[in-house]
């Protein structure tokens, strides 16, 4: 682990939880199934399961306690936001992955620079960092050989969006997130699985 201590002083904090940012990049699907390692520590992961029949199995049979909660995105309203923060309160963690709009409208996107393009970034991570008031962390994890490599890094000790620099404010994120994620293709391409038109706007 790269980062090894910073993720120990998160996971042993007894204070406020973070949120941690993961992509469709490598294996972060590794670094859930070894959160019983801390098992004092609870997670949230925020993500769209209902077309992933094989992953709704494998989760099912790996994560039989409480210790891991799955997330609708569709399901985060103001009643969800609330248990998210009563959650994040008691220390537990959050974990969405920041490279994936499910909007087809560009409403809740921003325009970034990726790998050679303009490309659709979400603004939920952000937009959610910003309600719950949290510190953000980036997890990202791939094999090498017969090991897993986990890089964990802060990437804001908090997001604040002012209104009056609300859309400039996202793109700084989304623009810095995508620069760590090219950094993550470019040392392992094949280690991406995408299925996704990040440029179908342009």
Not at 64 to 82: G, H, L, N, T
Not at 108 to 125: M, Y
Not at 135 to 149: I, P
Request: hydrophobic letters at 40%; charged letters at 25%.
């Amino acid at each position: 682990v790269d980062g090894s201590e910073l993720l120990q002083t998160v996971f042993e904090s007894n204070g406020r939880g973070a949120l941690f940012l993961v992509s469709h990049h490598g294996n972060f699907d590794l670094s859930i199934v070894r959160s019983d390692s801390v098992p004092e520590k609870r997670f949230n992961i925020v993500m769209d399961t209902s077309r992933t029949r094989i992953f709704n199995q494998f989760r099912d049979n790996l994560f039989k306690s409480e210790q891991v909660r799955f997330v609708a995105p569709e399901d985060i309203d103001a009643m969800e936001i609330m248990k998210l923060i009563r959650r994040i309160e008691e220390g537990e963690i959050i974990v969405i992955a920041a490279d994936r709009t499910g909007s087809a409208d560009g409403a809740n996107t921003v325009e970034v620079p990726f790998l050679g393009d303009p490309a659709q970034f979400p603004i939920g991570p952000w937009v959610l960092a910003h309600v719950l008031e949290i510190s953000v962390y980036t997890l990202f994890a791939r094999m090498e050989g017969r090991e897993c490599r986990v890089q964990f890094e802060l990437f804001a000790d908090h997001v604040h969006l002012p209104r009056n620099s609300r859309q400039k404010e996202l793109h700084s994120l989304a623009g810095r997130y995508a620069s760590r994620l090219e950094d993550q293709c470019f040392a392992a391409p094949l280690d991406w699985f995408n299925f996704y038109d990040f440029w179908r706007l342009n």
